[in-house]
Each structure stands twice: as structure tokens, then as C-alpha cells.
């Protein structure tokens, strides 16, 4: 039992490996991806120096300029490395059929999905990371960083990454009913990019929709983790974690009930 | 002189040709689209609502600050006009320019490369995007609600839109013509395009040093974006030849970039079938 378990991650975590290492031969790619987020960094620095100065003020909402500028490198990173979306590969696979194959090799679906998923997105997050540190460095300077910020900000980083992969696996099993699958993946991405903080950190929300928008999931998928690293609190952490935790059961949930419906078409149509 | 009158008019009837063509490829393209209605009306009610997220960070952002160096919610409004149409336009009718630095890795040019029509042409109207009309429908809807609306601003609006969508297009096909030079190049044109777009987005009077250089010439979001709203708030001449000139100069290097590129295609000896 104890030897199958074993097997059985170890041949996840080759899945994940191949996919790391597949993202990884395309150096190009991955450096133009850092360029993005280095672009929009730099952006966003001139963008909230000029805003903060013109509110006459150092800090809103407990954030400083460089507070937001690290927050907004880590969302934008976190975000652009979980390139391409899962979503687009489920959809092709169940229109094309490759499904009703896949479906009987010795792996479970979901689990090849998200390790794969895995292996890309940790392949370019160093690199987006790496560099876009070293930018936010250059123009804004350190902040006071906790080593406990960032050992929880990564824990609330798996969760918010492994919950971005059950909402665009159940956008990909929409395929099953609908023909195409991109318009939910926008009106996510929009989400995210509202209440995500990939733009506009939670903390610079007035009140009312601050609350909203932190029990929503797309501030769950990136933010949290970025505003646990950044200024580290242990009582935010669990409110973040036990919203996570939510959005991940009921997000699991749906995703096995439309994949359980969604096979039985195949069976029944030969994919 | 005659001889030189008759090839001018050759030439104004070969664009009059081209822009009729151009045309006729988009309204088959879309009418093929609306076939599936529900995919079509799911793409176009999907996108509109895309950009009223876009909208939405913006409104959140300008209840915070409520300036930028002079620069509100009312300037992002018109921004967002003008961003959503010109981008709309160069989807519909040029998706392909996007798509360029694909053909070419693929040897996909070979299909173009076989008509008599222009290749870069051809390869460029060859694809359509259909959400991009919930862009334009949400383009004009922001602009007839926030740009306080006159004729005469109207034409103006699509003067520019016009204009502008040239400029993304020259943009498109000389760094997705990259991959004639560079191979593998295509992931970095398509970033490249995004950043263009995202830093057109974003308030531009907050720009300023090497940023401000780099929205002058690598990504030229000046050009598409400043130069754009600041007509719209006031008739300016220079700016408006300042735009021309622009979009002329990047109309001749993106045409050079892409010539001197295809001399170097190697064909991809694919059989592709274009139903």
C-alpha cells in the first residue's frame, strides 16, 4: 500500500518534472514572459509614485509605495507563470478527442493535469521572480521582509495556484457542453485582474468592497500570498487560508461532478 | 507626366482593390461565425464584458487617487475607447498580422506564397477574430457615454481609431517578422504586443525618464495612446501630423522589415488544406 503510494507520486512528479524541463528549453520564451512583468513593474512604480505623491500621502491602507510595488511584482509573476492556461489544453483535448484516450492510460486526468501544470508554472516563477526582484529592487528599494511572511506566503502561494488549476479545469470541462470555452476563461482573467491585485492591491479598496472582494477566489489565487509576504501578519494568514480552503473544497467539488458527467458523453459518443 | 498621372491611378485602383477584397475576406469570415450562433454571441457578450472589468479596476483606482498629473477617470474613459476600437479593427479585419511570426516558424507562408495577391497581405486577412466585435460594440458604447460626443469629434474618433490600429499593425508585423531573422521569436513578438497594449492603458501622464522613451520607440504607446486622447480634447494639427508621420515611418520599416525577412524563408514543404 505504502509502495504504490510512492509510485504512484513518483510518477506525478515525473509528469511534473517533464513539464518543468519542456518550459524550461525555450529560453526565449520564458525571458520575454520576465520582460513582461519587468515592463509592468516599472510601470506601475511611476504610476504609484505620481498617485501617491498627488494624495500628499506615504502610506493607504497600511501599504507604502515599495509595499505595493513588491506585492504587484509577486501577483503580476505568480500570475503570468501560470502560462498557458489549463484550460485551453482540456478544451482542445475534449474537442478533439484525445480525452477518451487519455482517460484509460494508468493516471488519473485531474492529477496529470495539475502536475503538469505545476511543472510549468514553477519553471518560469523563479525566473519572473528572479528577475523581477531584482527590478523592483532597483527602483524601489528592499522592504522589510519576515522570514515567516515567507514561509506562510508560500503555503498560501500552493493554495492559490492549485485553486487557479480547479477553476480552469472546470472552464476546460465546459467543453463537454459548450462549444467554445474562451469567453469564461476572459471574464476569469478580468476577475482576477479586478480582484486579484494584479493592478490594485485589496488594501488601496475602499472599505466596503475590500470585504467583498477578500472572499471572493480571485483575490485567494495570488494576493493573499503576495500580502502575506510582504507584511506578514499570522491572524490575515489564517483569515486567507480559511478562505482558501473553501473556495478549494466547493471548486474541487464541482470539478469532479462535471468531470464524473462529462466522461459519461464520451463513453456514450466514443469522444 | 501623363505616364506618371496613369500609374498613379494604377495605384489608387490597386488599394481601392485591396480595401474591397479586405472587406469581402471579413464579411465571409464573420458571416462563417454566425453560423454557430451561440459561440458567436458567447464570444461577442464575453468579451464586452471583459472590458467592463478593465473598466471597473479603473473606476476602483480614481476613487483612491483622483488624479494622475491631470489625468482622471474621464481621459482612462477615452483611453479605453479608442484602445478597444483600434484593436477591435485590427483584429477583424488583420488578425493574421498577430499570427505572422507562426506562418513563417511553420512554413505556413508557402499557402500565401502560392496566390498572386500581395503575401503579407494575404497572410494578414486570413484570420478573423470575432470577439474583437464586442471590443468595437464596447468601444463606441465608452465613447458615446464618457467622450461627450459631437459629430465632428465622432469623425475625429475614427480618424484616430483608424490611424492608430495602422500603427498597432505596422508594430505586429515588423516584431512578428523577427522570426524570419531570429527562428524561434514568436512567444516574445506575442509579449511584445501585450506590453505595447498594457502600457497604452495605463495613465500616460505618469510617465516619465527611460519609461517615457521606451513609450516613444521600442513599445510606442504614445503613439496609441497620448497622442490619441489629447486630439480628442482639443484639435491639434501638429499632433495630428505628428501621428501621420509616425504611422507612415513605421508603415515603411514594417514592409522592409518583412520583405528583406521573406527573402530568407525557407518553405516549410507543407500541404496544408484552406477549406
Redesign the interface.
Known sequence: MKRSFLKETLKYLEVAKVNYLNTSV?T??L???S??VV??I??FT??YQ???A??RSTE?GGLTVPMVIWILMMTQSFQSSTRPHVSQLIDEEVKSGTLAYMVNRPYSYALFHYFGYLGRTFSSLWVNLAIGSLVSLALVGLIDFNWWGLLFGLGLLIFGVTLNFLIYLIIGLTAFW???T???T??Y???Q??FGGL??PLA???EN?LRIAEILPFSQLFYSAARVVVDFDLSLFWHYALIQIAWLAFFGLIAYQMFQRGIKNVSINGG | MFQLMGADMHQIRRVFSYLGLTLEVTKLSILSAME?R??FL??V???I??D???V??WL??F???????GWGFPEMALLFAISTVNHSLLMIFARGAHHLGRFIARGELDYFLSYPKNVLWHACVSKTDI?SIGDLIFGLGIFFLFGQPTFEKFIAFLGISIVTALIIFNFNVITQSLTFY?G??E??A???H??LL??AL??Q???????KI?TLTV?PAFFIAAVPVQILQGFNLSLWLTLLVFWLTTSLLAVFVFQKGLRRYESGSLINVHL
Not at chain 2, 63 to 69: A, G, P
Open positions: 525555450y526565449v520564451n525571458i520575454s514572459r520582460v513582461l515592463v509592468r516599472w510601470a511611476q504610476l505620481v498617485a501617491f498627488a494624495s493607504i459548450v462549444e467554445d474562451s469567453a469564461f476572459w471574464i482573467s478580468k476577475g485582474l479586478v493592478i490594485l488601496l479598496f475602499p468592497l | 454557430y451561440v459561440s458567447t464570444q457578450v464575453g468579451m464584458i471583459n467592463l472589468g478593465l471597473l479596476v476602483i483606482f476613487q483612491k487617487f483622483t488624479s494622475v498629473n470577439s531570429f524561434n521569436f512567444e516574445a506575442e509579449q511584445m501585450h506590453a498594457g502600457l495605463y495613465p501622464t505618469s510617465f516619465y525618464g527611460g519609461l521606451v513599445l
